[in-house]
């Protein structure tokens, strides 16, 4: 069984520039979240969705925005570019909405800003 | 919002020796989630504890989930080279999960 995969795998990118990044995640599961994990720290959490809709939202600014798409499958848009966005973003998928449900990460895309 | 402080920072330990690690909150949990890391890879379940004083094991891990509901245990015995990575605690928070800063294990051949 496949588990939850991410594309790209890597990517540079200029400030100012705009990024997507995709995520598949393991079939049946339909929450889909998204994490930004930098070097030396625990991943923090950006966005929820679940049944195509936001359940959740973390503390990033207005240029970071996803949805969900009908199979599920998610995207991660991120506009504007800055140096800091260099990061590990990772995608989790699990079954259900519940609090207690498990998540599961890809091996997410490493994003460069330069 | 939710802080886990995770202990030891980082570790060195030797081929075969047991290790602990644990992970605290300032509030109250109701799961409990190990992962570990390795370079360049997402994180990967190890264990989920879902009741207070639940003791669980997965192989050489050993998990506990503290009876106060704000401490996690995580051990490992007999320590190999692989045991090599990150180790982070996380807790379900609504639709989130809040990640520790994790422990670095270093495996001494």
């Known amino acids: 069984d496949a588990g939850v995969t991410q594309s790209p795998t890597h990517l540079i990118k200029t400030r100012g520039q705009h990024v997507t990044l995709r995520c598949s995640p393991i079939s049946g599961h339909k929450s889909v979240s998204w994490y930004q994990q930098v070097l030396g720290q625990g991943p923090q959490f950006i966005f929820q969705y679940y049944e195509k809709e936001e359940r959740g939202r973390g503390n990033f600014p207005d240029r970071f925005s996803a949805r969900q798409f009908p199979n599920y499958s998610s995207e991660l848009n991120v506009n504007a570019l800055l140096l800091g966005d260099s990061a590990l973003y990772l995608c989790a998928s699990s079954l259900a909405l519940a609090r207690n449900t498990e998540a599961f990460f890809g091996q997410g895309t490493r994003l460069t800003v330069v | 919002g939710q802080q886990l402080n995770q202990s030891p920072q980082s570790m060195f330990i030797q081929e075969g020796e047991d290790v602990s690690m644990n992970c605290t909150s300032s509030?109250?949990?109701?799961?409990w989630l190990w992962y570990k890391q390795d370079p360049g890879e997402g994180p990967v379940l190890l264990i989920a504890?879902?009741?207070?004083?639940e003791l669980t094991s997965n192989g050489r891990l050993t998990a506990q989930f503290g009876i106060t509901r704000k401490d996690s245990f995580l051990n490992i015995s007999a320590s190999i080279p692989s045991d090599v990575g990150i180790y982070f605690c996380?807790?379900?928070?609504?639709?989130?999960?809040?990640f520790g800063a994790g422990t670095t294990v270093t495996v001494r051949a």
């Open positions: 996380a807790g379900p928070n609504d639709y989130k999960l809040s």
């Open positions: 509030s109250i949990f109701n799961t």
């Open positions: 504890l879902y009741k207070a004083g």
